[in-house]
């Protein structure tokens, strides 16, 4: 497994289909990985700081968490099959629970637990983006640091 940060998440043109956009901490590949609109904003929202009024879907199973006495430890995407992440969610005391990649994503900012991928996953889905390529990362933060969870209105589904 590798430790993995979030980048950040964006719209993808021309077809506008939200995308969550991981690092390999100590490595140069990157891990886009298409989400729906609603994990997106999700997603946006922790990154961001913004505390909704209600709990929101992840922030309410984040004060379950709380409330049963138990902590996320951390959240793992443990698989690609037909273009689909596959992601666990790793508690305390090593139950392991299967979840889509950008709910556990969503999740893992909220708690502020360890992300990471599987080898295999990143050899897969990763793109390679050699030192010299680190200015055009550094628009894409840029860009990424403008765009606000009402960017992403379509929901086209996680892939």
């Excluded at 950040?8 to 956009?21: A, H, K, Q």
């Amino acid at each position: 497994m590798r430790a993995l940060d979030v980048i950040g998440v964006r719209v993808e043109m021309p077809s506008n289909n939200p995308i969550v956009l991981l690092r390999e901490r100590d490595g140069d590949r990157y891990l886009p990985i298409w989400i729906g609109a609603p994990e997106a904003s999700a997603i946006a929202f922790a990154q961001q700081g913004v505390v909704p009024p209600r709990p929101l879907t992840h922030d309410l199973l984040k004060d379950v968490i709380e409330a049963l006495g138990r902590s996320l430890t951390e959240v793992r995407i443990v698989a690609m099959r037909d273009n689909v992440y596959f992601a666990e969610l790793v508690f305390d005391g090593g139950l392991s629970v299967s979840s889509r990649s950008s709910d556990a994503i969503a999740l893992a900012l909220r708690v502020g637990c360890p992300i990471v991928g599987a080898e295999e996953v990143l050899d897969s889905g990763g793109v390679p983006v050699p030192d010299e390529d680190e200015d055009e990362v550094e628009k894409f933060r840029e860009f990424l640091d403008q765009i606000s969870p009402e960017d992403f209105e379509s929901d086209q589904g996680e892939r």
